[in-house]
């Protein structure tokens, strides 16, 4: 259908950031998804921030039931969800009352004025209606009765009440489509598969979803609508996609680019259960998936796995980490090939479950028995998860080593354009089993030899004929593998396991500075914080201030290079969504007075925090 309606003017503008915030039942996560999709079409560069609510279950009405969804999208670079709101959709109260303070002063909020009666005024905990107080001024406050308007639409629809109010939804984005010039078609395709075997459900939602899109052009309370130009994104072929998406799919292309079987062994855990969901569906492409009785049993599933010869995946968050610390010991120990993603939350115990936090790198490093280094590779944006899914499978192949993957929540779930790659420019990496021995002649079998360049051992499958060899937890002697009490032998394999881990360095490249390349200040980021920091360094050099950063995906080893980095700067500052961890680290290591700024709050970093704090401490010492 055309989706023209050119009576109300149009204002262009170069960026916006909205808001869909109600109950869990509200349906906010799918009319977020469904306005990025609209938003990919429409060529803009975009960033996401699904926000869900703790409980599973949370009352209606309550503040802890809010589920919201932020997006920033605009026509130049978009790194972040953006900082302040210009339109937040608030479908209750307690969606009001939560998010408010994201709004920007003259902002737009959208009402559903069906819902501020007393009893969800009373379940938010407010004394007053915030839409008869001066609560809301300043803001451009637009009632909408969503509720009565979509009864109204779907009146004839044969639907039950229940279902016709769970439809509102629809209605509040077929609103915020047309005030933001996105197009419906994306929207309509997809409730048009999605309800395919229920006609009358799918031809609801279509008929409320063109009400809410009609309704902004025949109202008054609209005066303009707005549009965001394309953005200039590199040519190529792009998908909106989801960081638990690009991470599934960067291990599909490590299984195909290595030629090895893939197998991922894992224990259902926010917000790492998703990729059990993404991986079970490509099982044509040799995936074996499966869903563990617990975490020691999902790891110890993989490491048998690679034993077995296929390449062993096994992922969780924060508690299931370290409930797998001493297998992954094992797995050092046995030297075999083993990716852990940890889909870092907020802590401990159960914490937070469904927030973000960067609170795992020292579990990462440090969290397990004994001397037990391996690599830990940190990914950066939810495109980057394919990339570094990639990577990490990669190293763990070459230099026959446990890696620990790091992402967290806000990647897991947030989203953006991602130009396809070309698989064919994947760097592969094939794999050479050990072959049964060509002759009697041939020397024994040393499963612990080492390649000269990796100090990676050979990988031979159980059974391979002449290439028999133990495996276990205790402690092995220097290329033959026997069980070894020696007290020279386990220093000098303690200390080989370690250089094996400090050799990956000749796989990372050069470091790349952001802003300026040398100057005041250097900020060094980790995981997640990409975005923002990259974002605030951006503003602040517009302000004329010196300032760079560079961000790791390599955090075990370090860069080589990231001395000598930090050496052109005056000072150096390490954000951080812990308490402080990877600056503890590089202080250790550098001997430097490096500075933290750090959050736990379960949220991103903002740019305009970060840039806060780059001038104080420019400007105050």
Not at 126 to 141: F, H, R, S
Not at 420 to 445: H, M, T, Y
């Amino acid at each position: 259908m055309s989706t023209e309606a050119p009576s109300k003017p149009v204002e262009t503008l170069p960026d916006a950031t909205i808001l869909f915030a109600g109950d869990s039942g509200d349906g906010m996560q799918l009319t977020g998804t469904q306005f990025t999709l609209a938003t990919a079409y429409a060529r803009n560069d975009l960033a996401t921030l699904p926000d869900f609510p703790a409980e599973i279950r949370a009352p209606a009405g309550t503040t802890y039931g809010v589920s919201g969804f932020q997006l920033q999208f605009g026509s130049g670079v978009v790194r972040t969800p953006g900082d302040e709101v210009d339109l937040l959709v608030a479908m209750n109260p307690a969606a009001l009352k939560v998010n408010l303070g994201r709004v920007k002063k003259g902002g737009t909020i959208v009402v559903n004025t069906d819902a501020f009666e007393k009893r969800n005024l009373e379940l938010a905990r407010m004394t007053a209606n915030p839409l008869e107080d001066q609560t809301l001024d300043g803001y451009n406050v637009i009632e909408v009765k969503l509720t009565s308007l979509t009864r109204e639409a779907l009146k004839d629809s044969g639907l039950n009440q229940k279902e016709i109010d769970r439809s509102k939804n629809m209605l509040a984005l077929g609103l915020s489509l047309w005030l933001y010039s996105r197009p419906i078609e994306p929207a309509e395709e997809w409730i048009a598969r999605k309800f395919a075997k229920k006609p009358e459900v799918r031809d609801a939602n279509l008929h409320v979803l063109r009400h809410g899109y009609y309704y902004g052009e025949t109202t008054e309370e609209f005066v303009v609508r707005y549009d965001i130009q394309p953005a200039a994104l590199r040519p190529g072929k792009y998908r909106a996609i989801r960081g638990v998406e690009a991470l599934a799919l960067g291990l599909v292309a490590a299984g195909q680019r290595s030629g090895l079987p893939l197998f991922y062994g894992s224990y259902p855990i926010t917000p790492a259960s998703d990729v059990l969901h993404e991986l079970s569906r490509y099982r044509n492409f040799g995936i074996a998936t499966f869903q563990a009785e617990d975490e020691i049993a999902a790891v110890g599933s993989a490491i048998g796995a690679s034993f077995g010869g296929s390449l062993g995946i096994t992922g969780t968050s924060g508690p299931g980490l370290a409930l797998k610390g001493e297998a992954v010991g094992l797995a050092i120990m046995t030297e075999l090939p083993l990716v852990v993603l940890n889909m870092q939350r907020g802590g401990p115990s159960t914490g937070l479950p469904t927030k973000t936090e960067q609170s795992d790198l020292l579990q990462a490093y440090y969290g397990r028995n004994g001397e037990a280094p391996c690599p830990i590779i940190a990914a950066s944006t939810p495109g980057d998860c394919f990339e570094s899914a990639y990577e990490a499978c990669r190293i763990a192949v070459k230099y026959m080593t446990p890696v620990i993957y790091l992402a967290d929540g806000y990647l897991a779930n947030g989203s953006e354009p991602w130009p396809i790659p070309d698989p064919d420019k994947l760097n592969p990496f094939p794999v050479a089993f050990e072959k049964a021995p060509a002759s009697e002649d041939e020397e024994a079998f040393l499963p612990y030899r080492r390649d000269e360049e990796t100090l990676s051992r050979p990988w031979a499958k159980p059974g391979t004929v002449g290439r028999e060899h133990r495996l276990g937890g205790l402690e092995k002697e220097h290329e033959t593998g026997n069980v070894s009490y020696d007290p020279e032998n386990h220093q000098f394999m303690t200390n080989l396991r370690a250089e094996k881990v400090q050799r990956v360095t000749q796989e990372i490249p050069p470091l790349e500075v952001h802003g300026d390349d040398n100057g005041d200040l250097l900020v060094v980021g980790w995981g997640s914080t990409r975005g923002a920091i990259e974002a605030a360094v951006d503003r602040a050099n517009k302000k004329g201030l010196s300032v760079g950063s560079v961000h790791l995906r390599y955090v075990r080893p370090l860069p080589s290079d990231l001395a000598e980095v930090m050496g052109r700067f005056k000072r150096v500052l390490v954000p951080e969504l812990n308490d402080g961890q990877l600056v503890r680290i590089l202080r250790a290591e550098y001997v430097l007075p490096l500075l933290a700024y750090n959050k736990v709050k379960g949220l991103p970093f903002g740019p305009a925090e970060l840039l806060a704090e780059f001038e104080r401490l420019l400007t105050n010492g």
